[in-house]
């Protein structure tokens, strides 16, 4: 069982829940509400479950939701009642900006802080994959064989001619 730190934040509370969910079970995508909120429970981070931690995996922590007060960029909304943790890429309500990704270091348990070194290499991991299966992504430079011979603009001038 892990050290009660009662000091700790409601969001780096949530995000130590999801980030171990995604950890636990690498095969899976997202996690429904209820799961995250159970997990952080049977963490106990901070002692018996907060009730702040619903409203913050709902609403205060997810990125593509406009902030309500919060501005944290803690969970991406993949779909109704479902949640992954924000990683670079991922859009976001503009008003969120700058807002919180990840917990700081001193702010957590210490038994906790390798999950930060973790989540930097799943999210540049996830990343790479995400711009790999990119059907659009995957077209760069498919194309150049037409043009090889000449400039970009000969290539457009030459097509263009006889439209008028």
């Known amino acids: 069982m892990p050290s009660i730190k009662s000091d700790i934040k409601v969001a780096d509370e949530v995000w130590i829940a999801a980030a171990?969910?995604?950890?636990?079970?690498p095969e899976r995508g997202d996690f429904s509400t209820e799961e995250i909120v159970d997990r952080a429970a049977r963490e106990a981070i901070a002692g018996p479950a907060r009730p702040?931690?619903?409203?913050?995996?709902?609403?205060?922590?997810?990125?593509n939701r406009a902030p309500n007060p919060g501005r944290y960029r803690i969970l991406f909304e993949t779909g109704p009642g479902r949640r992954?943790?924000?990683?670079k890429g991922d859009t976001y309500?503009?008003?969120?900006?700058?807002?919180k990704i990840?917990?700081?270091?001193?702010?957590i348990p210490?038994?906790?802080s390798e999950l930060l070194n973790w989540y930097q290499e799943w999210s540049s991991d996830k990343a790479k994959s995400a711009r790999a299966s990119d059907p659009l992504l995957e077209l760069k430079g498919s194309g150049a064989h037409l043009w090889s011979?000449?400039?970009?603009?000969?290539?457009?001038r030459r097509l263009r001619e006889g439209w008028e």
Do not use: M, N, S, W
Request: charged content about 25%; proline content about 11%; some cysteine.
């Open 93 to 99: 309500h503009p008003t969120r900006e700058g807002g």
């Open 52 to 63: 702040g931690v619903y409203v913050h995996v709902v609403q205060h922590c997810v990125a």
């Open 84 to 87: 992954r943790l924000f990683r």
């Open 110 to 112: 210490p038994e906790y």
């Open 102 to 107: 990840t917990p700081i270091p001193e702010q």
């Open 20 to 25: 171990l969910l995604h950890r636990e079970h």
């Open 149 to 156: 011979a000449e400039t970009p603009d000969k290539y457009v």
